[in-house]
Structure formats: structure tokens, C-alpha cells
């Protein structure tokens, strides 16, 4: 099947968006799918490791040769993206910059939230709870938004209340 945008080369990329409710489907070539202007995200087809890069802003080659290695393990911003694996714990360290945006985005934040144990769960979520009031509590005093602490000030109390007997 030939490209629906230029006519002339072999379409190997499908593209489908929805125009006034409906579904229309474009059957595109390489060169017009990263340069039509009604495409504006296509990934192509079977490269992955291009994908994580872009996830990374890490295009060129050249920039390969001049980026810094991990001193424990030696792999580089390159090799991780391409493996979608950090080399050790001190790749979090050496990459940490680059890093923490991309985890952000991968993980919706940068607090591990795991499974609580059913039998202490109410107590783990309520302790949990009560660090989060506190928090926006100190965000409050920050904005001077005096009255709205006061009514968080009155959560933490209720809740370290049934936390304590």
C-alpha cells in the first residue's frame, strides 16, 4: 500500500485519530509520519530504545562521547536508556537529575507507595495520613491562610486522638 500523504512510498505506519466522532485511519511512510503536520505522535514501528530516549531527551550519537559514566559501574545516561535498566545504585546517584524527571512522570511521584498489610493497615494508613496533614499544615502557616490550618490542625488532633486510644 503506497503512503496516503506523498503517493510514492510504501506506508508502514498506521495512524488513527478520531475527527468529528469519527475514526479515520492514515497509512503512512517513514518520512511523511515524522513530518506531516496532522501527525503529531507516531511512534515507529519496533524501536523501543528510540522511544526511551526520547523519554530521556537523549537523541544525538555525539553526545554519546561526551557524557559521563558511572564511577561504580562505568554504564552511561546512553546505555541506560537504551537498556531501560540503571547499572547499579550508584547510577541513581551520577544520574540523578536526569533521572528523578523521567521516574516523576513513570510513577505519578516520587514516594514509594506500596501495599499495607491488612491486619496494621488502619494504623499505617491513619500514621500516614497524619504526616500528610501535617505537611499541608506547614503549607497553610506558609500562605498565612491562618483559618484553613486551624481546621487541618483539628484533623491531626482527631486523628492522633483515635491513633492513641
Do not use: W
Request: glycine residues 8%; contains cysteine.
Amino acid at each position: 500500500m503506497l503512503c496516503q500523504h506523498c503517493q510514492q512510498r510504501e506506508a508502514n505506519v498506521q495512524f488513527t485519530k478520531i475527527v468529528n466522532g469519527e475514526m479515520v485511519k492514515l497509512y503512512l511512510c517513514d518520512h511523511c509520519a515524522k513530518n506531516a503536520p496532522e501527525v503529531s505522535f507516531v511512534f515507529s514501528p519496533g524501536i523501543i530504545p528510540d522511544f526511551l530516549q526520547s523519554l530521556f531527551n537523549f537523541t544525538t550519537n555525539a553526545q554519546a562521547l561526551k557524557e559521563e559514566a558511572c564511577p561504580q559501574c562505568g554504564r552511561r545516561l546512553s546505555e541506560i536508556t537504551q537498556a531501560g535498566k540503571l547499572g547499579c545504585s550508584g547510577c541513581y546517584d551520577k544520574f540523578q537529575s536526569e533521572l528523578e524527571p523521567i521516574l516523576r512522570k513513570i510513577h505519578g511521584g516520587g514516594c514509594h507507595v506500596g501495599k499495607i498489610p491488612a491486619r496494621k493497615g488502619a494504623d499505617l494508613r491513619e500514621k500516614a495520613e497524619i504526616e500528610k496533614l501535617k505537611e499541608k499544615l506547614q503549607q497553610l502557616i506558609r500562605k498565612e491562610e491562618f483559618e484553613a490550618a486551624a481546621v487541618v490542625r483539628d484533623q491531626i488532633r482527631e486523628l492522633e486522638q483515635k491513633l492513641g486510644g
